[in-house]
């Protein structure tokens, strides 16, 4: 099984998307959009950028 997204509607606060791991824990979670096609568009973002996202550690030790 691969890892997913997954939608969630909260009344009064609007959707969000999990990001799922093969074990089933939530890995990520995103903030509240205010429509689903928003949320939607969330995800694709995620898709897109993230093969291409560069890991900033501010806790690292400087030299």
Do not use: W
Request: hydrophobic share 35%.
């Amino acid at each position: 099984m691969a890892a997913k997204f997954r939608v969630i509607h909260q009344p009064g606060k609007g959707y969000h998307f999990n990001l799922v791991a093969t074990n089933g824990r939530v890995i990520a979670s995103s903030e509240h959009y205010e429509t689903h096609r928003a949320c939607l568009e969330g995800i694709e973002s995620v898709r897109k950028c993230a093969p291409q996202a560069e890991l900033e550690d501010q806790t690292a030790e400087k030299d």
